[in-house]
């Protein structure tokens, strides 16, 4: 079956550090790509997303690359900020219609003034 | 409102009672779905209903019950539930058409079973 692996925290930075947040996955076929954010409190909200193959999402400065021969989809940052301190999930939506998503375990993000 | 609302945001119940957890979607959308997110787990996809018909149902147990009376409003009942029981409950929404449609979620519902 479908699953995703992402890399669990807390993960630790200090603002305007460099953020990567690790996701693979194996699926059937070719699945569509996302990654959902969780401030505290809150619902998940999606962050980004990718259909196919070499596709980037991208959303407030975050992105991320559909890797097909790795089976990835890392979460990149440049700068984080205090306020991206949240939970992230990596997700995977492998059918069409109403499929249900596959989601990883989440990364805890914590940036540090 | 706006996005997809979930009531109430917090419930306690007891082994022996039951309860309702509600999610209405104001995007316009014909799918609804229940999650279960519990600590240090994946979040778990219960249901799924499509065009107000249950087209998922992920061997969730029958104190589990969901509702769908229409494509706005979700209902989970829950009766006689265990402490294990306590999670988040999130629902989605999504439009059916298209592979690509992506799943809005509300708040969701922090349950605690004592």
């Known amino acids: 079956g479908d699953s995703v692996t992402q890399m669990e925290g807390p993960v630790t930075l200090s603002e305007e550090a460099f953020l990567t947040i690790n996701c693979t996955y194996t699926?059937?076929?070719?699945?569509?790509l996302f990654w959902y954010v969780q401030y505290p409190g809150e619902g998940l909200q999606l962050l980004l997303k990718?259909?196919?193959?070499?596709d980037k999402g991208s959303n407030k400065g975050f992105e991320a690359t559909y890797r097909k021969e790795t089976t990835s989809f890392h979460l990149e940052k440049g700068s984080v900020q205090v306020s991206d301190s949240a939970v992230y999930f990596c997700?995977?939506?492998?059918?069409?219609?109403?499929?249900?998503?596959?989601f990883g375990k989440g990364t805890h993000l914590i940036i540090q003034p | 409102e706006t996005g997809v609302t979930q009531t109430p945001r917090h419930l306690v119940m007891g082994m022996t009672n039951k309860k309702s957890l509600k999610c209405e979607q104001h995007?316009?959308?014909?799918?609804m779905y229940w999650y279960k997110q519990s600590a240090k787990k994946p979040l778990e996809l219960m249901f799924v209903?499509?065009?107000?018909?249950?087209?998922e149902n992920n061997s969730v147990p029958s104190r589990f019950s969901p509702e769908c009376p229409n494509s706005s409003h979700l209902f989970l009942h829950l009766h006689t539930l265990q402490p294990e029981d306590s999670a988040l409950y999130l629902c989605?929404?999504?439009?059916?058409?298209?592979?690509?449609?992506?799943?809005?979620f509300g708040p969701g519902t922090r349950l605690t079973v004592l």
């Open positions: 990718a259909t196919k193959a070499d």
């Open positions: 995007l316009g959308h014909n799918a």
């Open positions: 989605a929404s999504s439009q059916v058409q298209g592979r690509n449609n992506e799943q809005f």
């Open positions: 699926a059937t076929g070719y699945p569509s």
């Open positions: 209903y499509s065009l107000e018909e249950r087209v």
């Open positions: 997700a995977l939506k492998s059918g069409g219609g109403a499929d249900g998503l596959t």
